[in-house]
């Protein structure tokens, strides 16, 4: 699990200001292959500051968004009147089986959070809650700026190395090799899989360049008086590589579709 002084303060609120939203396409999809409507239960797990969540709660009856981090909680929207926040991890969502009882939920959702959960428990936790024909969305929403292949992306990381020792560059569960092990364990759990992609491209301006690497950079490992250096050696080298300030991303969006088609045997009756 994440620590959860990983997506707090400043992290936080650059992601609630500049991180990625979801395609209205992604949405509509998930509504409808999942059969959602006013009588649907859905859980957000890792919901963060709510991208996912709030445009998912358009679409169903009740959602519960679930995550670790007050920070990100705290910053979630509150514009939707359906929409439960609760403070937990993967860990917890058996939990909620003594809420909603079994097979009380028809979706959960996972959106570039799984790699900071232990998938295979998770799997096997969250098949009792769901009904026979729901299932899980796990989504990967585009590809982290260090690992892209334009000029600026490829600046941007440079002076990521060169101002912070031993910075990691992980995929996030966003690779290929991710996905097929996600699916892999989703099979074992007894889902059935399918895979659905959007593809589209985005124009930044460098301010928001900066602010969606700040929701993710560990900013907290710089001393106080080095940030202004870095801030001026992010900006100007990502101006460098990209003089017209037009930042252009290629966004792709993969989603891992596991739906519930066993019954589950040999379940406690409730008392
Ligand atoms: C990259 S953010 C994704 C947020 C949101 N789903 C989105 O797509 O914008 C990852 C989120 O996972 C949460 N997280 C970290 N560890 C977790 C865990 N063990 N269980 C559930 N959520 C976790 C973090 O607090 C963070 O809000």
Redesign the pocket.
């Known amino acids: ?2 620590p959860v002084q990983t ?1 707090a303060g400043e992290v936080a609120d650059n992601y609630a200001k500049h ?1 990625r939203g979801y395609r209205p396409g992604l949405i509509d999809y998930l509504a409808s292959t999942f059969g959602l409507g006013p009588h649907s239960r859905v859980l957000d ?4 500051t709510g ?2 969540t709030i445009p998912l709660a358009a679409k169903a009856g009740a959602v519960i968004g679930m ?3 007050p920070d ?1 909680l705290a910053l979630a929207g509150t514009e939707a009147a359906n929409v439960t926040w609760v403070l937990g ?3 917890q969502v058996s939990s909620l089986d003594s809420l909603l009882g079994k097979e009380g939920l028809d979706v959960v959702t996972i ?3 799984l790699h ?2 232990d998938a295979a428990q998770l799997f096997a936790a969250l098949m009792p809650l769901l009904r026979p024909g729901g299932g899980i969305a796990v989504i990967s ?1 585009g590809t982290p700026v260090w690992i892209q292949e334009t000029a600026w992306a490829r600046a941007l990381a440079d002076v990521s190395r060169k101002w912070f020792t031993n910075l990691s560059f992980p995929t996030c569960g966003c690779s290929p090799s991710d996905r097929a092990r996600y699916r892999i364990l989703l099979g074992e759990a007894g889902f059935t899989v399918e895979e659905h992609a959007i593809d589209y491209t985005e124009e930044f301006t460098v301010d928001e360049v900066i602010g969606s690497f700040y929701s993710a950079a560990p900013l907290e490992r710089l001393n106080p008086d080095q940030r202004a250096g870095f801030d001026a050696d992010l900006r100007s080298a990502l101006l460098a590589a990209q003089p017209d300030g037009r930042f252009v991303e290629d966004v792709p969006v993969r989603t891992l579709v596991a739906h519930r088609t066993q019954q589950v045997t040999g379940s406690a009756p409730r008392h």
């Open positions: 699990m994440a997506f991180r797990l890792g919901c963060g991208q996912l995550d670790p981090s990100m991890s993967d860990q959106g570039q959070a900071w959960m929403n």
